[in-house]
């Protein structure tokens, strides 16, 4: 009997990489390298949760704390059969050195130790809309992006914030992921797959996950943008495209079937395009205790910064649609699963 393919993650502890992790195990089909920046910060909690999966092999936890250090795949690489890249780095300052630079460091590296290996078949990396766009006011463009779009975000403009460093790292990355396929990966027995996600809502199932207004992502835009808003500031601007923490992570999985996916980039979101307006009304009406603290809603049209819908682009994922399917969870499904972990955290923290 032919042996499980060997999926190298990274990320695995993440936001969306724990999920990933999860649906792989799940499957059964798969054996893991799952990446941990620190082994006695992660390991003992992933033991626990996957103690079967630890004992019959096919979970293995591997170390790398400096994943910007050449060479530092080669080893587990040499046992893979794909790997998925996940893992992002984030922080709050000095965003040249601590978020650009590395982003596309650690997606060198994966990709040098994929060419040196005898057994990768294919690289996903997890991309994000972010790149294809220029944000914020790309978004109120009446023009169609597609996959061949990316975002004209400046070097100079990239270190404004954390926003803007996330933004042109994941963009310059990319970019320079696909060069490295078009001159050094020829010849090469792997493909890549790069999935341009947009934000990312429902239950986040990371250790420890505490939401905050601060984190970048779906859940703290939502908190946010629609949570203890003055009459003065009015809702906040909610970003419009979005899918779920599971079918976002279920594209990442599917990307592994080589014959129904083929390599090359991709964009995705829901058909439903959201406002914190229409986020604060289902709020009001299905969560009575934070009526008080959400504003009532007004035009279902405004987006923030004085747009309306008909002032959006659009994103053509046709292509994305014809290979993974469209059938992703409608907004407020999705939505609702964010607001009921805001719910648990303060109930835990005793601010409700």
């Known amino acids: 009997m032919a042996s499980k393919p060997t999926i190298l993650l990274t990320g695995a502890t993440g936001s969306l990489g724990s999920t990933i992790l999860y649906q792989l195990l799940a499957l059964n089909t798969y054996n893991v390298l799952a990446v941990l920046r620190s082994y006695k910060k992660s390991g003992p909690f992933l033991e626990k949760k996957y103690a079967s999966n630890i004992k019959n092999g096919t979970l293995q936890l591997i170390e790398i704390p400096d994943m910007t250090v050449p060479g530092s795949f080669d080893i587990p690489a040499s046992k893979s059969d794909f790997i998925i890249h996940v893992a992002t780095p984030l922080t709050k300052s000095n965003f040249e050195e601590s978020i650009i630079k590395p982003t596309w460091e650690i997606d060198h590296n994966i990709l040098l130790a994929a060419s040196k290996s005898p057994s990768v078949k ?180 405004v987006l923030g910064m004085g747009k309306v819908k008909g002032d959006l682009c659009v994103f053509d994922v046709g292509k994305s649609e014809r290979v993974f399917g469209g059938e992703w969870k409608g907004w407020w499904e999705s939505i609702k699963k964010t607001v009921e972990q805001i719910v648990e955290y303060e109930r835990a923290a005793g601010k409700l």
């Open 122 to 301: 294919r690289v996903i990396i997890c991309s994000s809309i972010v790149a294809v766009v220029p944000m914020p006011f790309g978004l109120f463009k009446k023009k169609v992006y597609t996959e061949n779009n990316y975002n004209t975000i400046t070097p100079e403009e990239a270190t404004a914030n954390e926003k803007t460093a996330y933004s042109y790292a994941k963009t310059n990355a990319e970019k320079k992921a696909w060069a490295f396929m078009e001159n050094e990966g020829k010849g090469m027995g792997f493909d890549l797959v790069t999935l341009c996600a947009p934000s990312i809502t429902g239950k986040c199932i990371q250790e420890g996950f505490v939401p905050s207004k601060e984190m970048l992502g779906g859940t703290g835009s939502i908190y946010d943008s629609v949570f203890d808003r003055t009459p003065e500031e009015g809702l906040g601007f909610l970003y419009p495209f979005i899918m779920d923490f599971e079918d976002v992570s279920k594209i990442h999985v599917k990307s592994l079937d080589k014959e129904s996916v083929p390599g090359g980039r991709y964009v995705f979101h829901t058909k439903d395009i959201v406002s914190a307006n229409m986020v604060a009304r289902k709020v009001r009406e299905e969560f009575p205790e934070f009526k008080g603290r959400v504003l009532e809603p007004a035009e279902d049209t």
